[in-house]
């Protein structure tokens, strides 16, 4: 079963929109949840990752929000750009070895 | 390329044959894995390594095998290809705690 639950599967935004990409977890042993982006042809690359002890982080346009007794956690794009095109996965990890990931969402940014 | 050679790049096996998928990183890391990432699914934990002489089942290890004799390399075996084994392959590695995952372009691996 899918450890990490990740929606929507797909997401198209208009350039300048808010992307948000939601992520459900079940495992409370879980203590850091990185989100990765994809290009395609490439491996995923490390975006943004958060603590399950702050309430959100933000780089940049980037901001993960998490909810702890919810089990969930969120990506958001702010002013998404058509060079933000590109899959993203979240992902959950435990003592930092045994890392799982979300489905991942495909998102495009319209011109 | 992040630290980490994958090889090949691509490759089409027939049913039964074996392959070593190769993975080198050269960043001294001592955490390493192996992904497959098939469409709509994301990416599954083949088997992973916190050091030199250890490794990890990971979510999916089943028809496949792992060794990591050095820090540097971390070869993935396929025994007896099965068409459900057609998928992309990622090499990563990882250091600090906890590890940032650095991946490699990964291997496209077709059985037919």
């Known amino acids: 079963q899918q450890q990490v639950k990740q929606s929507p599967q797909s997401l198209i935004v208009q350039k300048g929109g808010i992307s948000i990409i939601n992520c459900a977890y079940e495992n409370t042993a879980f203590d850091y949840f990185p989100w990765y982006q994809q290009f395609p042809g490439k491996g995923p690359a490390l975006l943004i990752a958060i603590r399950p002890d702050v309430s959100e982080k933000k780089e940049g346009r980037f901001t993960i929000s998490f909810n702890k007794s919810a089990k969930q956690f969120s990506l958001h794009i702010m002013d998404s750009q058509p060079g933000d095109s590109a899959t993203y996965f979240c992902?959950?990890?435990?003592?930092?070895?045994?890392?799982?990931f979300g489905a991942g969402t495909r998102l495009t940014v319209k011109p | 390329n992040a630290g980490v050679t994958q090889t090949p790049k691509f490759r089409i096996l027939k049913i039964g044959q074996s392959m070593t998928l190769q993975c080198a990183q050269d960043m001294n890391h001592n955490y390493m894995y192996w992904y497959r990432q098939d469409p709509g699914m994301g990416l599954k934990l083949i088997y992973y390594s916190v050091g030199a002489g250890i490794t990890d089942k990971g979510e999916v290890p089943n028809g496949y095998n792992v060794s990591r004799s050095t820090t540097e390399y971390f070869p993935l075996r396929l025994e007896l290809a099965a068409p459900s084994q057609t998928s992309v392959y990622f090499c990563?590695?990882?250091?600090?705690?906890?590890?940032?995952?650095?991946f490699g372009q990964g291997t496209r691996l077709t059985v037919v």
């Open positions: 990563a590695h990882g250091a600090g705690e906890p590890p940032e995952a650095f």
């Open positions: 992902a959950a990890q435990i003592r930092g070895d045994d890392m799982r």
